[in-house]
């Protein structure tokens, strides 16, 4: 295994078992919410909540791909680069599909938590490719920053839904 990749071993079981667990977590507030869904709810959903599980499912793989014996940094370091562009590209689908559905009307925090942070995120984690040669522990410490940011802005975002749809009686 990589040195550098070595290091982050414990890093990437935690948060990589967080991931999966917030996945089961996300089912679980989904299922409650579909039971008596609003208006809509499916377009609402593409923009809100299913999101949420890719971030968590992406977090999940960065950490299962981190965590496999590579012998450089290059081939993960291609990778998550990958992973990073399409993630960019998933945020610009996913602010599209903000403003296009009719069912609620995102406010300055779901634009920020919804769009903003997972797009800096990802951003993050494709520019995080470029340097990994040179500069391994530098560019792991944006792939973990941006693990964090892509978890914690999901934690955000399922326990927002969850509050809203009890607050609004919806389930």
């Not at 689908?93 to 634009?111: I, N």
């Amino acid at each position: 295994m990589s040195p550098e990749l070595g290091e982050w071993d414990s890093f990437y079981v935690i948060v990589g078992s967080a991931a999966g667990a917030l996945i089961g977590l996300q089912f679980v507030a989904m299922t409650l919410i579909a039971e008596r869904p609003p208006l809509r709810a499916a377009e609402a959903g593409a923009a809100f909540a299913t999101p949420t599980i890719v971030h968590f499912g992406v977090v999940l793989l960065l950490s299962a791909l981190l965590r496999a014996p590579w012998h450089t940094i290059l081939p993960p370091a291609v990778l998550w680069g990958l992973i990073g562009f399409g993630g960019v590209s998933y945020a610009a689908v996913v602010g599209r599909r903000m403003r296009k559905q009719a069912t609620y009307r995102p406010e300055l925090e779901d634009w920020l938590f919804h769009l903003v942070l997972p797009l800096a995120a990802y951003a993050l984690l494709a520019a995080a490719a470029f340097p990994a040669l040179s500069h391994a522990r530098e560019a792991l410490f944006g792939v973990g920053a941006a693990a964090l940011l892509l978890l914690f802005a999901g934690i955000h975002n399922t326990w927002d839904s969850v509050s809203y749809h009890f607050a609004k009686g919806d389930a």
